[in-house]
């Protein structure tokens, strides 16, 4: 017996485990029984890969392990238990309805349109605590809900993430493995479901659960490998991984795909698949007496409060934009702004990817070391982290180069279906940045954040607007994202101007105007310029800042159609997607033509001035298109 | 001595190692002569990122080990070097300068608008295999080259990945190495240049390059640390590795960023930056003595014919489309197409990522083992490989569920760069796959494809325009993608039937059309169940399968905005970025109103005739609209 285990011993909560665990083999029998009927009941479902994990779930909710209030799940001390497999749902439900909260007639609305109980774990469930299906994201929410944990509320909960096998194929996990490992984050535990088989074969390790053990402690954690059908093992593994400290734990756990009903175990061709009503009779024939009254209980957490962060005191006249200022980088309005937003509400938190020093999270990682997290250069394990942190009450924004939030599209995708609170920023958008040339240009950005149905996409010309612009973020809820320009813009905006999200700003306007030009970001100053040099000539047009891209000022778009000949828009994007499909797409029943200037070839490495040009979205280009129009 | 270096020192390649020798510390010298000057006269650009791995690429560019024929780039025996860490460009250029092929001058061009030396590695420049600058791709594009060496082309020609250390943090990088491992790439070396310092401080492993080792262990890669500034242990090391069988080599080196300027040399903050005149004269006066005269030779490769993989006879009547069949998963129906075309080319590569009995590109993988790769649940990996078999002239087909396609944005992004033909096929795209909820639904796919510029995006509704378009695709060059539909839809389209890119087909026409819908995918069954409803009220509307979402089929839809009073487009997507938008940002200027029914509401689980219904895009809801407008 090592010292671990004698320590178990002597613990009195290791005796209320062992009375418990006279109800696992029950309880893990009666769980089969709901996933097979619950299951069969919807006609699809993931059956086998629910079973594999019965045992593992058992001893971790029902032998004292887990703590969480059941009557309230938004409980700051609760445990968190997350389904990276998501897939593995049914088994999810299943554990509360052993926990009383659910019926056998509740489990059999499994998929059906108005059931709570959806096809992949889903907030509205109220013990969902992210909504996951997308396979290697659940261990980087655990990072967030760990980093939150330890970090900012200091409270001693433990956040519990069940992963399968086959997204230990995905990168994101080695991402999260590696984060959390640098983090000491010895309040995460993951479960790895080795049950051999994915969807369509064997995994890339099979059966080789010393492979994924050596793999993990290459990424530095600690690992326990069990049988993952033994609940004695599975409890010590519990009980041991509560006591490590410094460090993650990973209980890789051999299980079988389909155990317990012998024509799906360990077979291939049965995931995602429901058993038919003579399969289901087979099944639970073999199966035998199952126990339907049985209940396990789950243990009550301690009332503890989250602790308020202690900072320096920070002199925010360093952060304020001095009136003489006549120039600045949205990128840094943008880290000041946070920083100021910071001083005020605790609850915001920052995190980059490794690029601090370039959209300017460094003002904030200066000033509140203890709320910005460092998350190198892995954007994917960055976004979902952030859906933790966001499902704990913090208000996350998150930055690096517009390009690369791309990288985590899946991640942003998956974050809408957590009604998740993230507040995303890209810098060094379009061809402006210059001579780093396109891998590095957010060209794509304003699309991908645009697609997100709820999302509100904002892009700032100076510094004051952006400053305004990053309040109204952190007051929205929901996922919102900033765009922010590399180079030093002119500040065009009085301190006290006001915006909106879903506002415009017209930046000139007079009776005698021919044509409206709008435009954001980079563009506006451009559009501003051409309207100085078509002024010389006596042509007057219009300059609209449409710094809120999604949604956006249709009224006033629809005014200036209405009082001008033609529309123009500019934007430093591709054109799919983009601001001017956005405008067009709004005003489609306006008769007034609407011409875009965007980005149409590919850009190269060059001054910011000689690719605006080339692209034909700076002045002269925009200067060309309303004389054309005269 | 151990056995390998005792087989070094006996084969004459070691000799003509030692003689080449000599000249590498001048080629060393000149080579940070080359990024010191070249980045001064940029005035921005990666010096402290090249300097550290000028030893590293001396010896492997200049010490007999990579065989390139520098006259013919597109030589299939070549063998391949990726700078992943792309920001050493400087460094990357200079290579070729000591190989006479760019003069100082040359270098001096660097990041400027007209020349080819970019400041991130560009394909204008001919030795650049493929785009690299968003970190964390390099490697996965390695496999695909060595992928297509070891079991396409069976060419002896080796593939070299520079790695920067901070990029270790990329996930894609460890899906990447479990990849390789799995297919036994050894002809794959990898080199992590460890210099400690990413671009806003120190990496998470620091110098421990013992951590990165037992990492790359872990993964299954032999792994061979060094100093890497002695060109003797360099040396060693890349013999050592061309002589490892059945696994990649990774060699780790211990590097100091700046190295060789001490005012550089492991400090901070001079991430990606050049020095001004004075600082370049202080530099050049430190290095010393360099001879500019001095020259490397790169070996040649042998002259060996790629090898025809040999198949096993396949009866393509088993993939026709059966003229008495009434229904057909267009999904089905791909992994049939691509398997006749499979048939017809031998280019033809499949790739998918553990879906491939959902989205049947398992159809191909058993009629075709050879061209068929498993890369497992890990799309960024996958995106970024087929690049690298795009790159030796393979057609990849790369599929898995539209929503999971998300997962690669960057890398699709960055694909373009490259000028890379692949074609990317989401299978289970919008509500109607039902149940499984929205975590699986593809409802960014089409604004997400349609933003890459010069993107292809169809979207077919039946089995035949699905074999027609698969053929399409496989003929254009670049970047396009196929939507694909999870349930069994009628067959439409009679077998002679033609479709092109840009083209669409007119369902239902008459001169009494009131309305015309424009659907695509499974919106076009709705859009046809709801004429043939209206029609029972002699309401006639037209309906067009818009199936090529980009380019849109302008004229008819304009024809169609001139002959029927207003447009409706119907699609299983959200709004922005889909197919409504890009419709009336091509229709702008037209007078006839146009409405869109998408995806308004977050999906829920059930079934597809539920969710169509409850998102208002079902045969109904179209009814409803067109009455609505008459």
Not at 75 to 100: C, E, Q, T, W
Not at 179 to 194: Q, R
Not at 311 to 336: M, Q
Not at 439 to 468: C, H, N, W
Request: glycine residues 8%.
């Amino acid at each position: 017996m090592d010292t671990l285990e004698k320590q178990s011993f002597l613990g009195s909560s290791w005796f209320s485990i062992i009375k418990n665990m006279d109800h696992l083999p029950q309880i893990a029998k009666l769980l089969r029984y709901y996933c097979l009927v619950s299951t069969s009941a919807a006609g699809s479902g993931h059956l086998t890969s629910s079973l594999s994990a019965v045992e593992l779930m058992t001893a971790l909710y029902f032998a004292g392990f887990l703590k969480y209030d059941l009557e309230n799940p938004d409980f700051l001390n609760n445990d968190r238990v997350i389904f990276s497999k998501g897939h593995a749902s049914p088994l999810f439900y299943a554990l509360y309805a052993v926990a009383g909260k659910l019926t056998e007639k509740d489990l059999k609305t499994l998929r059906q349109i108005d059931s709570p109980l959806e096809g992949h774990p889903g907030v509205r469930f109220p013990y969902t605590e992210v909504t996951t299906g997308s396979l290697g994201q659940g261990l980087s929410v655990g990072v967030g809900l760990a980093l939150n944990a330890k970090y900012l509320d200091k409270l001693p909960y433990k956040t519990y993430v069940l992963l399968g096998d086959s997204e230990m194929a995905e990168g994101q996990v080695w991402e999260a493995m590696q984060l959390a490992s640098y983090y000491k984050l010895d309040n995460l535990i993951g479960i790895i479901d080795v049950n051999r088989l994915g969807q369509r074969g064997e995994t890339m390790l099979g059966h080789d659960v010393s492979d994924y053990a050596y793999k993990a402690r290459a990424f530095g954690w600690e690992t326990i490998v069990i049988d993952g059908h033994n609940l004695t093992e599975i409890t010590k593994a519990y009980r041991k991984a509560e006591q490590i400290k410094n460090s993650p734990v990973m209980i890789i756990a051999k299980t079988i795909k389909g155990k317990g009903i012998s024509f799906l175990a360990d077979q291939d061709n049965w995931h995602g698949k429901a058993l038919r009503e003579d399969q289901l009779q087979e099944a639970l024939l073999e199966l035998g007496d199952v126990d339907v009254s049985v209940r396990g209980e789950i243990t009550q957490p301690e009332d503890l409060r989250a602790k308020v962060v202690k900072e320096k005191n920070v002199d925010l006249n360093n952060f304020l934009i001095k009136s003489d200022k006549k120039k600045l980088a949205t990128r840094k309005a943008y880290g000041n702004a946070i920083t100021k937003l910071g001083a005020q509400n605790q609850k915001i938190i920052v995190l980059d990817a490794e690029m601090n020093n370039s959209t300017f999270a460094n003002i904030f990682a200066a000033a509140f070391p203890k709320r910005y997290f460092e998350m190198f250069i892995a954007e994917q394990n960055m976004v979902s982290a952030a859906v933790g942190l966001a499902r704990m009450g913090k208000i996350p924004f998150v930055s690096t180069f517009g390009s690369f939030l791309t990288r985590a599209f899946d991640q942003i995708r998956m974050a809408q279906y957590s009604k998740a609170n993230i507040k995303f920023v890209g810098s060094h958008v379009g061809v402006s940045i210059g001579q780093d040339g396109p891998s590095q240009m957010g060209l794509e950005d304003i699309a991908m954040f645009r697609s997100i149905r709820e999302s509100i996409v904002l892009y700032p010309s100076d510094a004051i607007s952006t400053e305004k612009l990053v309040q109204q973020m952190a007051i929205h809820q929901g996922i919102s994202y900033l765009r922010t320009t590399r180079m030093d813009t002119p500040i065009i905006y009085k301190q006290d101007e006001g915006f909106e999200i879903g506002g415009s700003k017209t930046i000139y306007k007079s009776e005698k105007d021919m044509v409206t030009v709008i435009a954001a970001g980079i563009t506006l100053h451009e559009s501003m310029k051409a309207y100085r040099q078509l002024r010389k000539n006596k042509i007057n047009i219009r300059v609209i800042d449409l710094y809120s891209v999604k949604p956006l000022d249709i009224k006033t778009l629809k005014q200036a159609a209405e009082e001008t000949k033609a529309l123009v828009t500019v934007e430093d994007h591709y054109q799919f997607g983009g601001i001017g499909e956005a405008v067009k797409a709004a005003l489609v029943n306006q008769s007034t033509p609407i011409y875009s200037l965007f980005v149409g070839q590919q850009p190269r490495s060059g001054q910011p001035d000689e690719l605006l040009a080339s692209e034909k979205i700076d002045a002269a280009a925009i200067v060309e298109k309303v004389r054309s129009l005269l």
